[in-house]
């Protein structure tokens, strides 16, 4: 192989060789903007062989809708003697599909110092363009989200947060307010921002979660919070993206509520009692024990009956809400349904303390209720199990209870009764 010496000059050969074998499309126009020189490339770029492009303009290859754009740009270049840096426009394809170019070109000048065509390189930005396109849509859907979408660096410093997390935080617009944001702010801690103890967790974490706003509140959301990483598994950044949750928490706790409470009396009802007489009987503590007080009022029916069903729910309404106000705060008081109610009283060491407390219920019937300026006069029947004695078992504890309370109805009402043998 021969070398040059200091003082040689590359051949034209060399500089061909080399154009020939670069990864852009090279080429050169003369005065008419029709093709002179094309180095083989263009048959990657546009499918066409380099001689097929000799003679014919390059107008005749852009989109036809661009010509007129492009043809303004080149000429004015032309007529200043300017270079084209970084011009845009697409091609077509011999396949017919869309090339997307971008070109850099100087001008060729004459003895009279005349542009009388260009040099230069064009690349294929296809590629590019449709991930910038891409790019741009998802930042356009994102911007547009009404969700709170955030991300930071390794440090845990903001590097991006939308309008509407910005809104939700009462972040300010301009890049320069998102350096004092933590990302602890929008994590709320549930990913340490420490390096190490990052790259020991998932990378992604899915869940509920609560971050404040603005206004200091206390927000419920579903939230997604990602670990990015490099190859070396260390954080590269962290992302998130998390949705206000607080109206359906609020319709799950109406819906709880209705499953477990009655809408008549606003007290807890018969599924609720069961799952608290449960977790009563499921105590790790084997020597507890409680009483179930089975109450019902004596000659409801007749308030049906005389008065009509209105009246008779203003007068549950009335005696669920005077039995409210009498019995502790932890006894659990509900309504079993129609004119029965269950009172579990816990913390009674002795029958004369389980006596005591009913005859205490049964005397808040002693004044008569007042409705529409009428008196009417209520009594109630009590009949008291007491748990593991009279029954180990829902049902059985019950059943004793209720049996007990309709023998004291035949015996005269208004009064209580204790169950005298184990039901279990």
Excluded at 91 to 117: K, L, S, W, Y
Excluded at 193 to 203: D, V, Y
Aim: hydrophobic residues 35%.
């Amino acid at each position: 192989m021969n070398s040059m010496k200091d003082n040689d000059t590359p051949s034209n050969d060399f500089f061909r060789l080399l154009v020939e074998h670069v990864n852009d499309w090279i080429w050169q126009i003369n005065e008419q903007w029709e093709f002179t020189y094309s180095n083989s490339i263009v048959e990657e770029t546009l499918g066409y062989s380099a001689n097929e492009l000799l003679g014919k303009s390059m107008f005749s290859f852009i989109k036809i809708n661009e010509v007129e754009s492009v043809q303004a740009i080149v000429l004015s270049a032309m007529e200043n003697n300017s270079s084209l840096q970084n011009l845009d426009f697409t091609m077509i394809h011999r396949n017919g599909h869309e090339v997307f170019i971008e070109t850099n070109a100087n001008p060729i000048i004459d003895n009279q110092n005349n542009t009388i065509g260009y040099r230069g390189i064009n690349r294929d930005i296809t590629l590019w363009k449709k991930n910038q396109d891409r790019q741009q849509q998802l930042l356009d859907i994102i911007e547009a989200s009404p969700d709170l979408i955030a991300t930071a660096d390794s440090f845990g410093n903001t590097t991006y947060l939308n309008p509407s997390a910005r809104a939700f935080l009462g972040i300010p617009d301009g890049i320069e307010e998102l350096h004092s944001v933590n990302a602890q702010l929008w994590t709320n801690k549930i990913v340490d921002i420490n390096e190490n103890e990052l790259s020991a967790e998932k990378s992604i974490w899915r869940g509920e979660n609560i971050l404040s706003n603005s206004m200091g509140k206390e927000i419920p959301v579903s939230q997604i919070i990602v670990t990015h990483k490099a190859n070396n598994q260390n954080i590269h950044f962290l992302s998130t993206i998390a949705r206000d949750i607080s109206e359906r928490k609020a319709y799950e706790k109406i819906i709880k509520r209705q499953a477990l409470y009655d809408t008549l009396t606003e007290l807890p009802n018969r599924r609720h009692l069961y799952k608290t007489i449960s977790r009563l009987m499921d105590s790790k503590d084997k020597g507890k024990t409680f009483a179930l007080l089975f109450i019902d009022i004596d000659d409801f029916k007749q308030i049906n009956d005389t008065l009509g069903h209105k009246y008779g729910d203003r007068a549950l309404k009335l005696i669920a809400a005077r039995m409210k106000g009498s019995v502790r705060e932890n006894d659990f008081l509900c309504r079993l349904g129609g004119d029965e109610f269950i009172l579990l009283v816990e913390g009674m060491n002795t029958k004369q303390e389980v006596e005591d407390y009913a005859k205490r219920l049964i005397s808040i019937f002693n004044h008569p209720l007042r409705m529409d300026n009428k008196l009417h006069s209520i009594t109630c029947s009590i009949g008291i199990s007491i748990y593991p004695d009279h029954g180990k078992d829902i049902e059985t504890l019950m059943q004793n209870a209720d049996k007990i309370m309709y023998h004291m109805k035949k015996q005269g009402k208004n009064g209580f009764q204790i169950t005298q043998t184990n039901g279990g």
